[in-house]
Nanobody, 125 residues
Framework: QVQLVESGGGLVQAGGSLRLSCAAS????????MGWFLQAPGKEREFVAG????????AYANSVKGRFTISRDNVKNTVYLQMNSLKSEDTAVYYC??????????????????WGQGTQVTVSS
């Protein structure tokens, strides 16, 4: 019952910044935990960041702590990923995902029920 659309990806030089957005359908956005995942060519999809339904809890992969920030605006039904100090290793397709609130862990991709189509982020030197 949730549709997700990512935007904001593109080409950026190492050290630069991007802000990804994920727009969600529906009227109960605050009842869903949200996550960002990435998938590089030839590799499995992996966790980047997560945020609880009302924004009270967040979690990050160790590789992005201190550089990325996840946030949400429940009035606009949108979740964001602010990406700073980008590295070539961050190059991947980034996916937005949603799950019903109440789960214990953010990082398990198998717990998410809905996924967007992804947006490409390419970091060059």
């Amino acid at each position: 019952q949730v549709q997700l659309v990512e935007s904001g990806g593109g080409l950026v030089q190492a050290g630069g910044s991007l802000r990804l957005s994920c727009a969600a359908s529906g009227r109960t956005f605050s009842r869903y935990d949200m996550g960002w995942f990435l998938q590089a060519p030839g590799k499995e999809r992996e966790f980047v960041a997560g945020i609880s339904g009302r924004g009270g809890s967040t979690a990050y992969a160790n590789s992005v702590k201190g550089r990325f920030t996840i946030s949400r605006d429940n009035v606009k039904n949108t979740v964001y990923l602010q990406m700073n100090s980008l590295k070539s290793e961050d190059t991947a397709v980034y996916y937005c995902a949603a799950r019903a609130w109440g789960s214990t862990y953010f990082s398990d991709k198998n717990l998410y029920d809905y996924w967007g189509q992804g947006t490409q982020v390419t970091v060059s030197s």
